[in-house]
């Protein structure tokens, strides 16, 4: 009777230990099954992506610092001409520095005038009429632009007026010649470097997609 009752006590006791294992193992299952909530997972993975997707222009930030006053008149300018590429207008910048500068240099008044803003092209004409009665010329070749980058910029909302300013460091022989031809200042044969910085304007979302120079420093 007594080996009877043992075997029933452990009987129940087996039992209850595999209700109880079952009911552990089953809420470890349904822990572990959040397998599904894996989406939820992957979400700030898409909220990076959309940060990418409309974080800083690299075309503006490859020139300027994120934030900046000049950042901002260029992304201003991109609204109003949604076409304009930064990388694309200085890369212009680049060859209407050569034409002015060798157009000064040879003192090609017309040549220069489509180039400049008023104020400026009266500055320069100036300088060449009185390079021509003191009866110098000047004998120029431009060799290249070594260092260009953009300095500042600036957008004026009220008339969709830009104008971004640019550093250059240009390479070129230069030498001056008096009337009988004779080198009064430079060397042709030795390349100096020349740094300018000059400001060009536009009216964003012209027709006419020329910009021109409007001021000139060193």
């Known amino acids: 009777m007594n080996s009877l009752l043992q075997l029933l006590v452990l009987a129940g006791i087996a039992i209850f230990l595999i209700l109880k294992l079952r009911s552990v193992l089953g809420t470890r299952d349904g822990y572990e099954n959040p397998q599904a909530e894996a989406p939820a997972r992957r979400s700030p993975a898409r909220r990076d992506f959309e940060v990418i997707e409309g974080g800083p222009d690299r075309d503006i930030t490859d020139h300027v610092d994120d934030g900046t006053d000049a950042a901002k008149a260029l992304a201003a300018m991109k609204m109003a001409e949604p076409g304009f590429s930064v990388s694309e207008f200085l890369q212009g910048a680049r060859g209407a520095y050569e034409m002015i500068l060798m157009a000064f240099e040879n003192g090609d008044v017309e040549g220069l005038r489509p180039f400049l803003a008023d104020d400026v092209m009266e500055t320069f004409e100036e300088v060449i009429r009185n390079r021509e009665e003191q009866g110098l010329s000047i004998d120029a070749n431009f060799v290249g632009v070594r260092e260009l980058a953009l300095q500042d910029a600036s957008f004026d909302r009220a008339d969709n007026m830009a104008e971004v300013t ?29 740094r300018d910085v000059w400001t060009f304007g536009r009216k964003m979302g012209s027709s006419d997609p020329n910009w021109v120079l409007v001021a000139t420093g060193g």
């Open 166 to 194: 640019v550093r250059f460091v240009g390479e070129l022989t230069s030498a001056v010649r008096n009337a009988a031809g004779e080198l009064v200042e430079g060397d042709p044969n030795a390349i100096k470097r020349q």
